[in-house]
Antibody, heavy 121, light 107 residues
Framework: EVQLLDSGGGLVQPGGSLRLSCAAS????????MSWVRQAPGKGLEWVST????????YYADPLKGRFTISRDNSKNTLYLQMNSLRAEDTAVYYC??????????????WGQGTLVTVSS | DIQMTQSPSSLSASVGDRVTITCRAS??????LAWFQQKPGKAPKSLIY???SLQSGVPSKFSGSGSGTDFTLTISNLQPDDFATYYC?????????FGGGTKVDIK
């Protein structure tokens, strides 16, 4: 059974940093691209970033380039999102998601439960 | 960026109804269109990929159709468990973009 466990969220001051993690199990993690999607309170879904299966290719929403970094450790079956220079507008629930097909970088099938990031002083 | 426009933004329906939600892309997306269901306080659930293919374990009461720029999600025989918010997403081109969502509630 595919399981994605998001963690690392919390309260952080504006300008601070946070690293989110997504622990994966139930599938061959190193064979699938992974994504992060966020949802601000009361708002819709917003794609954040995607990383290829090997980690060699990464993609970001333009407004987040330079502040957010996606990475993965295939030996630990874990996906990460390093978030720097956080702003109030980054407050959201962050979900990791697994890409459905091997060799593809888009189109997800399974989602983590989400982790809440609150940026406030 | 490709804009995804969902309509309606909300609808009220009764148990047993058949409902249709529309999603329009601002340009062609080669049928790389997904639909998701989200209930309050929960993670999204993937329903459909490639415009019309059901994700594993999703009941056939959900169906997707369309091509080019216009797509629809149809839910037949609406049940209490189906009342939720539904989102479309194009995954043809980065940045990946979502529709604004359609909230389906009980009439």
């Amino acid at each position: 059974e595919v399981q994605l466990l998001d963690s690392g969220g919390g309260l952080v001051q504006p300008g601070g940093s946070l690293r989110l993690s997504c622990a994966a199990s139930g599938f061959t993690f190193s064979s699938y691209a992974m994504s992060w999607v966020r949802q601000a309170p009361g708002k819709g879904l917003e794609w954040v970033s995607t990383i290829s299966d090997s980690g060699s290719n990464t993609y970001y929403a333009d407004p987040l380039k330079g502040r957010f970094t996606i990475s993965r450790d295939n030996s630990k079956n874990t996906l990460y999102l390093q978030m720097n220079s956080l702003r109030a507008e980054d407050t959201a629930v962050y979900y990791c998601a697994k890409v459905k097909f091997t060799g593809a970088s888009r189109g997800v099938d399974f989602w983590g439960q989400g982790t809440l990031v609150t940026v406030s002083s | 960026d490709i804009q995804m426009t969902q309509s309606p933004s909300s609808l009220s329906a009764s148990v047993g109804d058949r409902v249709t939600i529309t999603c329009r892309a601002s340009q062609g997306i080669n049928n790389y269109l997904a639909w998701f269901q989200q209930k309050p306080g929960k993670a999204p659930k993937s329903l459909i990929y490639a415009a019309s293919s059901l994700q594993s374990g999703v009941p056939s009461k959900f169906s997707g159709s369309g091509s080019g720029t216009d797509f629809t999600l149809t839910i037949s025989n609406l049940q209490p468990d189906d009342f939720a918010t539904y989102y479309c997403q194009q995954y043809n081109t980065y940045p990946l973009t979502f529709g604004g969502g359609t909230k389906v509630d009980i009439k």
